[in-house]
């Protein structure tokens, strides 16, 4: 069912969020006509959202629900994904057209700054001549600085600070207001708050000629420490979005990539993530600086991950990755299918956001075993 140009009320049952029914709001106006709009449904047990034009409504396998505890529910289709934007990709461009430039906040995590830079530069081709700006934790004003094509960093919002008659896109909200806006919708991987329907953008980490072993130096990694070729593990989720590897799984890991390849491996996340501990084992906290994580990355011939901040420092410097999926996936994350190199636990949740989900256990995760992962990397070592 379509309706075009008016608000609709979509009736859903509370508990499950299958839809019951789609009536105009107009045509509501006493109990009895909600009561027979029901299907004799009780009324207690049933919600209501509403809609705006144009929206198909599938009554046989759409579903409401929220994407994130304590924001509105909204209308997903089958395939997982919302069935609307709350605002149109024209409203949202003539904003963007008549500011003077666009300011956006991104959430705190590396991945998400390092997303929203990428939103930045595609922007820059988008609307040419428009001054954008990016703000977020001042430990990423660095990143900023390295970035190629370069992102400026912006001070704080506020009375004052010349951004008066700037489009503000505040991340931190909610999903809604990310400028990727992958939960929202098929648009773009960027989202229709900044105004486009197909937004691709691209930066790339620059290092200055021995910059980068400084910054391991301040790890406490010499010159001439590391053995052989460096694996990069990173299995700690800090967000609801993704879910965490085990650690006796990463330990077994990393005790094959020392016997094989006699290498290091550079553990990322603190010593109690991680079940192995000694020689050749270099462990960076979330605590060290960015630039000093990115350059510890940035020297591993590949980087096993979840969706985190290493996964994107792998991504801006070349560096190999295999990534570990849950519900989540890289169509939301990063606007691709799930290629040779990717492994998704796939438990059957079709949930494709990890917010959703009501698992008491990461059984996606827990499906991941490190010899699946292991054949990975030796296909990648290969090449």
């Known amino acids: 069912m379509g309706v075009e140009g008016r608000r609709f009320l979509v009736i859903y049952e509370s508990e499950t969020g299958k839809v019951r029914g789609v009536k105009m709001t107009g045509d509501i106006r006493h109990r009895v006509e909600l009561e027979r709009a029901c299907g004799g449904g009780d009324l207690p047990r049933l919600g209501f959202t509403r809609e705006l034009r144009g929206v198909e409504v599938d009554v046989e396998n759409d579903i409401v629900k929220s994407v994130i505890n304590g924001e509105p529910k909204m209308l997903f289709g089958k395939d997982g994904m919302a069935k609307f934007q709350r605002v149109s990709i024209s409203e949202s461009r003539e904003r963007v057209l008549n500011s003077e430039g666009v300011y956006i906040v991104s959430r705190p995590g590396i991945g998400d700054f390092i997303l929203a830079a990428e939103c930045v530069a595609g922007m820059r081709q988008v609307y040419p001549g428009k001054t954008i700006v990016l703000n977020g934790p001042g430990g990423f004003k660095k990143l900023c600085e390295h970035f190629e094509p370069g992102v400026e960093f912006a001070k704080e919002w506020g009375e004052g600070k010349g951004f008066e008659k700037f489009y503000y896109v505040d991340q931190r909200i909610g999903y809604q207001?990310?400028?990727r806006g992958g939960l929202h919708?098929?648009?773009?991987?960027?989202?229709?708050?900044?105004?486009?329907?197909?937004?691709?953008g691209e930066v790339k980490l620059r290092w200055e000629p021995g910059e980068r072993m400084e910054y391991l130096r301040g790890l406490g990694i010499g010159e001439g420490e590391l053995e052989g070729p460096v694996l990069g593990?990173?299995?700690?989720?800090?967000?609801?979005?993704?879910r965490s590897w085990l650690k006796h799984e990463a330990g077994v890991l990393a005790m094959m990539w020392k016997s094989v390849f006699k290498g290091s491996v550079f553990l990322f996340g603190e010593r109690k993530d991680y079940g192995v501990s000694g020689e050749?084992?270099?462990?960076?906290?979330a605590e060290e600086e960015v630039m000093a994580g990115a350059a510890a990355v940035g020297i591993c011939s590949i980087v096993v991950c979840i969706d985190s901040g290493p996964l994107h420092l792998a991504?801006?410097?070349?560096?190999?990755?295999?990534?570990?999926?849950?519900?989540?996936r890289p169509g939301i994350v990063l606007g691709r299918e799930v290629?040779?190199?990717?492994i998704v636990g796939d438990v059957g949740c079709g949930f494709e956001a990890c917010h959703t989900c009501g698992r008491k256990r990461a059984e996606c995760m827990e499906s991941i075993k490190a010899e699946a992962v292991w054949e990975k990397?030796?296909?990648?070592?290969?090449e």
Not at 185 to 200: A, F
Request: hydrophobic share 35%; with cysteine.
């Open 339 to 342: 290629n040779e190199y990717d």
């Open 280 to 285: 050749g084992f270099w462990f960076i906290g």
């Open 315 to 328: 991504r801006i410097q070349g560096v190999k990755y295999i990534c570990l999926w849950g519900g989540t």
């Open 185 to 200: 919708g098929h648009v773009s991987k960027y989202g229709v708050y900044l105004g486009v329907d197909d937004l691709k």
């Open 377 to 382: 990397i030796k296909g990648v070592m290969d």
């Open 233 to 242: 593990i990173h299995i700690k989720s800090a967000s609801s979005a993704t």
């Open 177 to 179: 207001f990310d400028p």
